[in-house]
């Protein structure tokens, strides 16, 4: 069974950047058989796709997102990273890592001075 990870800072300033890291085991991330994604959940709202990376390394991005957001990987260590770029405090959620088959716990982020 695929296990997914996130870690990164809990609270992050207005302006800056978010970075997040999700720790695959028990599954690649370079195989064709996934979508490697990230997600939140705002408070009180519903799930919102952020986007993924595939196996291949190609990146999609939610349109009103694509602007702030990128995701990378790391091979050497089989994880991959979403950093979202001039957070505001709207960008304060819980965060997911998924592969379509299975999530991460969730990590929550609130955007604060």
């Known amino acids: 069974q695929v296990q997914l990870q996130e870690s990164g800072p809990g609270l992050v300033k207005p302006s800056q950047t978010l970075s997040l890291t999700c720790t695959v085991s028990?599954?690649?991330?370079?195989?064709?058989?996934?979508?490697w994604m990230w997600i939140r959940q705002p408070p009180g709202k519903g799930l919102e796709w952020m986007g993924a990376?595939?196996?291949?390394?190609?990146?999609y991005y939610t349109p009103s997102l694509k602007s702030r957001t990128s995701i990378s990987r790391d091979t050497s260590k089989n994880r991959f990273t979403l950093q979202l770029r001039s957070v505001t405090p709207e960008d304060t959620a819980v965060y997911y890592c998924a592969n379509g088959m299975d999530w991460g716990q969730g990590t929550q982020v609130t955007v604060s001075s």
């Open positions: 990376i595939l196996g291949s390394g190609s990146t």
């Open positions: 028990g599954g690649s991330i370079t195989g064709n058989y996934y979508y």
